[in-house]
């Protein structure tokens, strides 16, 4: 069965949450295997105080904005039943998770104030830290590292980073992102020179050729495969997507 993901991210009013700030914002994406569904949760939020001067110039979204938006007790229900039982992928994921769980518990739904007991949470940030240490792992810098498009992002939003978030996760965890069968190059290896458009000629194989030979594999070669895909998963941060396909 293919694992249903919610990548999420969060804007607030300022940091810490210790010192009362709220959320402002909610974005989320669904994936289901490593495809967009296009279903997602967006809402913006009233958080009963002032946001810091900080935090509107990163997200932009004013105080005057958010007069008359709803406030989270109010979408917690719809939120709630959008991430229950998902797999989160989150961006520095203590920083949300921290600021999600406090909502629940200001609400007093001490049974929702710890969505780690709902949700499995894998933090991109600590998976980019383990592929590139010391280098910058913001979702800026990953985008550059992996070519993502990240053209709109002039300020952070919660739905657009969340959107941006599946793009670098599905790239960061999938390595090959397409397949042309066709090619780009007269020999078939995209590489001569004023190919970029030309696609190669499919070759037919004569129909009584000989049968290729098959070699099966040992019982030492399926067990070596399977601590592979273990490995791989364990780096990921989520299983490789050979053992989602053979799941289902």
Known sequence: MAIRSVVLDTETTGM?????????????????????????????????????????GVHGITDEFLKGKPRFAEVADEFFEFINGAQLIIHNAAFDVGFINNEFALMGQTERADIAQ?????????????????????????????GVDNSGRELHGALL????????????????????????????SGSAEGSGNRPSEIRRLAADRKPTTIIRASEQDLAEHAARLEAIAKSAGAPALWSQLTQQ
């Open 161 to 188: 980073d969340s959107e941006i978030l599946a793009d670098v996760y599905l790239t960061m965890t999938g390595g090959q992102t397409s397949l042309s069968l066709a090619g780009n190059a007269s020999d078939g």
């Open 16 to 56: 810490p949450v210790t010192d009362g700030h709220r959320i402002i914002e909610i974005g989320c994406v669904e994936l289901m295997g490593r495809r967009l569904t296009g279903r997602h949760f967006h809402v913006y939020l009233q958080p009963d105080r002032d946001s810091d001067e900080g935090a509107i």
């Open 118 to 146: 709902h949700c499995s949470i894998l933090d991109t940030l600590m998976m980019a830290r383990e592929r590139h240490p010391g280098q910058r792992n913001s979702l800026d810098a990953l985008c550059k590292r992996y």
